[in-house]
């Protein structure tokens, strides 16, 4: 018997295995470092660091293109594709610069065009050496552009550039008036912002339908063949004008004779002549003038007389 067993006859556990030295120790793995390592691969980027990575990678081809395009000695070609490319590479600094002047009346697709206009006059004017931004140069230039198609085609009557401009601030005023109030402004709310006038505020307001016109012909889209503007647009009666005389004439001819009453309805409105008159009557044509005569000047010595207080 082992001398070593211990002497109650209970059995002792057995000794843990000894680390072979020739293999290293096995390494437990650690919680923390698992974490850290799943969170690493599952991160991506922010939106605004994917949109910086984009404005970096657009700054980098936009003067790779610039070099291109000031290089003296390339080709016509080469530098015509550079200022292509170029104009494609910034046309979404165009689009964003044409939403601010969206709902104006006029179609997003033109505001693009004309911004498009100002990006390539952007183009040709940008000097690299100056160590400005590109989109900091041509901004101005492009949203300066759009202003100048506001002003020279968007408005369909010539209005003074001062309305012009009022307009504009009314609509600024307008819309951050709106959100900060929850409702629309009143005109002089609007003159307190804007620091003028209401009278030039509803001036302002009433010139803004000088931007956009409609023609008088121009039906309803939505039912073809159907009635125009003009259709709806009054004439001018030929008889209202004389509508104050007849009234003040009418109590005049009720305190006439028969017969002179009589020959005014026949030669006025019968259109008969003094002979036909005076056929009609019995009596002779001299006699029907000089009843006509005195009649007419009786009535227009009653109309021009004062009337009794």
């Given amino acids: 018997m082992d001398s070593s067993a211990p002497r109650d006859g209970s059995t002792s556990p057995p000794d843990p295995p000894q680390p072979d030295p020739v293999q290293p120790d096995p390494v437990e793995p650690d919680p923390l470092v698992e974490v850290e390592v799943e969170v690493e691969d599952d991160v991506q980027p922010t939106p605004a660091e994917a949109r910086l990575t984009r404005v970096e990678a657009t700054r980098k081809r936009s003067a790779e293109l610039f070099v291109e395009l000031r290089d003296d000695l390339g080709s016509d070609a080469t530098r015509g594709q550079a200022r292509d490319d170029l104009v494609h590479l910034h046309l979404p600094l165009v689009e964003h610069c044409a939403r601010r002047f969206r709902n104006r009346g006029e179609p997003f697709e033109d505001l693009v065009q004309v911004g498009t206009i100002g990006l390539i006059k952007s183009i040709d004017r940008f000097d690299t050496e100056r160590g ?107 008889g209202l004008e004389h509508v104050e005389i007849r009234e003040s004439i009418k109590p005049l001819l009720e305190q006439l004779a028969p017969r002179e009453k009589r020959i005014l309805l026949l030669r006025f409105f019968k259109n008969m002549t003094q002979s036909q008159i005076a056929e009609e009557i019995g009596v002779s044509q001299m006699h029907v003038s000089r009843l006509l005569n005195r009649t007419l000047e009786q009535l227009r010595t009653s109309l021009e007389a004062p009337d009794p207080e």
Wanted: with cysteine; charged share 30%; proline share 4%.
């Fill in 132 to 238: 400005v931004e590109f989109s900091t140069y041509a901004t101005p230039t492009i949203i300066g552009e759009i202003k100048r198609y506001f002003r020279d085609k968007g408005w369909a009557i010539r209005v003074p550039r001062r309305l012009q401009e009022l307009r504009m601030q009314i609509s600024a005023a307008s819309a951050e008036l709106t959100q900060s109030l929850g409702r629309s402004p009143t005109p002089r709310e609007l003159a307190e912002t804007i620091g003028c006038t209401v009278e030039d505020i509803v001036e302002g307001i009433e010139s803004s339908n000088a931007y956009s016109t409609l023609s008088l012909d121009a039906s309803d889209d939505s039912d073809e063949g159907g009635s125009s503007m003009l259709d709806a647009i009054g004439v001018e009666d030929e």
